[in-house]
């Protein structure tokens, strides 16, 4: 149902306003049950998973590349001076989509068989976030769980980096920060955390011989709390050259993935 | 040497005018010899490194913490509403320092004694490449050759991203992009190209028994070129989950270097 709308403030483009403003966007998509997906392969992608859309914005020229995937939603047909003074920026990419979020599973489904899991304490940029669901989708993990303060890999940027690998990952948000890693443990993971600590062993050492590995990483900045990386099996780091403190969390995360991937079985 | 300024017009300043317009910044540094390293931490490990500052450009909280590398060159002393209107936005990391630049070694000195080598050909995004060298350097290659169009890594973003990695690791510019690869290998090297060619081979596989490797990443976007990717001595792939396409290239020069390092002797 294609609708040309030349009124930036029409009440219908609402799940489009002011996308630059991360922290109110944040907010606001969460609470109504939202997330936008930008750029026609990431759009495509989102509705193959089966997420449902409430609604397409583009310009004119973007239409015949996503007919296909447009089904009973509306398509908000608006000029590029529009789009820009509705979003707040160039949408260089083309299309934006909003679609429904669905609920999140429960552990225990998202836990179901999984074999090799990760656990992301405070990872705050959405960059990183979508550059590690990427990685651990491309290294065959199974299963991404992610703190309370963990920042929302269904951010338009985190789907972006991620080129859409949180539609098809299982994942969820742990219910409980505290007990996280304990709980776990109990349900026969070898919780395996990435830091710099003194016990710290080689990673591939680390996962050799692990059944169930739950690979635990921490924040950008200050890494894991103190109480998890205490609270987890073992401690694990990425050998690296003298004088070099930390690779970045995207990098950390791909070559523990990658090592993880190939440990040889318990 | 502070000098309080309190008009964001002063001549003085203009090594820190605009920063947040890349594509002036990178013309202007390269063409003055300047490079600008932003936060205490890296600021002063360019020092450490033996680059020579400038200039420095502070509010007046952050002069202690840095009192002992400012050696001869100025400190501009500044409100935060000096340097925000000067430099286009919030300096929240305190501290900027302009640095000359060394001119670049030729290959023959890079290469001189090298093992392992990363060749980059037209990565273009700052934080991509500052993150490439921060992962190259925890993994001990011994220097990075960039290809004509590859972004600068002493922009002050690839700077901040890659912890100063860059002022430690050789590197230099290839000064020729068509022969580079054929050039490396008649020097003794194996090239390795990381690429998604139907002839790739796994990367562990591709650099066994390897003694002097270049592994050769392509940009973003299209990944490496047709020239560079057929002049390469080999090729190969991270071994990725069935419908991944890629990882991204912060994520896959890791994992690469960090297998490239691993790798069994000649």
Redo the contacts between chains.
Sequence with gaps: MLTPISDPSDARLADYRDLRDVQLREHLEIENGLFLAEGEKVVRRAVEAGFTPRSFLMAEKWIDGLAEVFGEAPVYVVDESVSEELTGFHVHRGALAAFERKPLPSLDEVLDGARSVLVLEDVVDHTNVG?VF??A????FDAILLAPRCADPLYRRAIK?G?G?VF?MRWTRLPDWHSALPDLSARGFNTVALTLAPDAVPIEEAVAGVDRLALVLGSEGRGLSARWEQAADQRAI?P??A??????V??????AC??AARRTGA
């Excluded at 989708?137 to 065959?140: I, L, P, Q, S, Y």
């Excluded at 004088?243 to 970045?248: A, E, K, P, T």
């Design positions: 550059a990427r990685s989708a491309a290294m065959d980096v080129m690998a098809s990425i690296m050259a004088g070099i403190d930390s690779l970045n995207a990098a950390a995360s791909a070559v990658y090592v």
